[in-house]
T-cell receptor
């Protein structure tokens, strides 16, 4: 039980922004939200994490809803190399992954 | 900085045989995870270690799977005897601490095929 809900798949055009949603309605006040992605034939790699405030790093931005029951991973300009499965998890509970969202980027 | 090392990268065995996977986490990382990833699915957590103690092994099929982390550094995962449904990629990950404050780093995985 990953305790997060994500769409199975999404599509984006190259060089356009992508907003990947995640619902975590049972989140507690001290639970972090982490995002990982998995490129084909590779292990998952860390993307970003946050607790309450929105976060930015060189890979992406994380927007966390005020009630913290949902969050959105934002890729500002999708590239073909961003095609991957994206996972949203709550590692304070446990490091369990769901099925994630498979992102397809079209040229 | 060296990443999480796993070996072997690939393994093919017959059903009912035994197999072992090895993981060397990033130096200084207290938390180590083993996952099983079946094709088309997300990684399934098998066991989590904090130093050399088990934190969570609730999803480990203990009748055939075992794992140890001697001295709180590297770890081995064993399957004995293997079944066809054990065909999967076995991933190892490590983190400085458990919980949500720090990220986890994953190895490339070991692809197991049971025939």
């Amino acid at each position: 039980d990953a305790k997060t809900t994500q769409p199975n798949s999404m599509e984006s055009n190259e060089e356009e922004p992508v907003h990947l949603p995640c619902n975590h309605s049972t989140i507690s006040g001290t639970d972090y939200i982490h995002w990982y992605r998995q490129l084909p034939s590779q292990g998952p790699e860390y993307v970003i994490h946050g607790l309450t405030s929105n976060v930015n790093n060189r890979m992406a931005s994380l927007a966390i809803a005020e009630d913290r029951k949902s969050s959105t991973l934002i890729l500002h300009r999708a590239t073909l190399r961003d095609a991957a499965v994206y996972y949203c998890i709550r590692p304070n509970n446990d490091m369990r992954f769901g099925a994630g969202t498979r992102l397809t980027v079209k040229p | 900085e060296a990443g999480v090392a796993q070996s072997p990268r690939y393994k093919i065995i017959e059903k009912r045989q035994s197999v072992a996977f090895w993981c060397n986490p990033i130096s200084g990382h207290a938390t180590l995870y083993w996952y099983q990833q079946i094709l088309g699915q997300g990684p399934k957590l098998l066991i989590q270690f904090q130093n050399n103690g088990v934190v969570d092994d609730s999803q480990l099929p203990k009748d055939r799977f075992s794992a140890e982390r001697l001295k709180g550094v590297d770890s081995t995962l064993k399957i004995q005897p293997a079944k066809l449904e054990d065909s999967a990629v076995y991933l190892c990950a490590s983190s400085p601490l458990g919980g949500g404050g720090t990220e986890a780093f994953f190895g490339q995985g070991t692809r197991l095929t049971v025939v």
